[in-house]
Structures are given as structure tokens and as C-alpha cells.
């Protein structure tokens, strides 16, 4: 089982940035990645972004390419979600999910078992 902790969130206003950390303790297989979802409220949770483990491979969703980036630090078993330009749309709780990489890029994240507590990220017009 692998551990997430997310944090960075807050309220800021439009145009401003954030960067959001996901914090990981366990193992994790050269075959994994950490991806990056939100949920807003009433809402489906949607991928926003996703990082292979082992590879230097990024993947994001249309409404992420340009605006935010993500990266990770393995020596400090985190990854990153840079996000400029926000939008009042941005608001959701994100949420950062370890697995493999297909179960982490292909969908809403629905095969991943391993997920953190999330970080509220509000954006105001």
C-alpha cells in the first residue's frame, strides 16, 4: 500500500498560481505513476495530470496542457503540480493517487486503490 499526503492548496484569486506537493511512503514499482484529479462539487472527479515513476513521461488532460506542469523529486518521494494561470473553473478538491501507470492516465482514476485525503484549492473571480 502505498501512503499520499497532498498539500499546498488555499484561495487565491484568478491568474494567481499554486504549486501542490503529494507526499508518498511505500513502494512504488518502476511501473507506476502518481497522477493528479479534482472534484468539484456536484461534480465527477476528473484526471487533471500524471507523472511516470521510473520514466520521464508527463501526461495531462486539454484543460491542464499550458497551464499547469507536473514533476516529481524521487529522492523525496513527491510529486508536484504547478498550476498558473488559475481559473475560477480550477476549484476543486484535488487529489493526488498512486498506480499503474495505464489505471493512473486512462480514466477517472477508478482502478486506483491508493489515494490521498486531498487539498481544497479555491479560485476567485
Known amino acids: 500500500q502505498i501512503h499520499l499526503v497532498e498539500s499546498g492548496g488555499g484561495l487565491v484569486q484568478a491568474g494567481e498560481s499554486l504549486r501542490l506537493s503529494c507526499a508518498a511512503t511505500?513502494?512504488?514499482?518502476?511501473?507506476?505513476?502518481i497522477g493528479w484529479f479534482r472534484q468539484a462539487p456536484g461534480q465527477e472527479r476528473k484526471f487533471v495530470a500524471g507523472i511516470s515513476w521510473s520514466v520521464d513521461a508527463e501526461y495531462y488532460a486539454d484543460f491542464a496542457r499550458g497551464r499547469f506542469a507536473v514533476s516529481r523529486d524521487r529522492a523525496k518521494s513527491t510529486v508536484y503540480l504547478e498550476m498558473d494561470s488559475l481559473k475560477p473553473e480550477d476549484t476543486a478538491v484535488y487529489y493526488c493517487a498512486a498506480g499503474p501507470l495505464l489505471d493512473v492516465v486512462g480514466g477517472e482514476g477508478a482502478e486506483l486503490q491508493d489515494w490521498g485525503q486531498g487539498t481544497q484549492v479555491t479560485v476567485s473571480s
Open positions: 511505500g513502494r512504488l514499482d518502476s511501473h507506476y505513476a
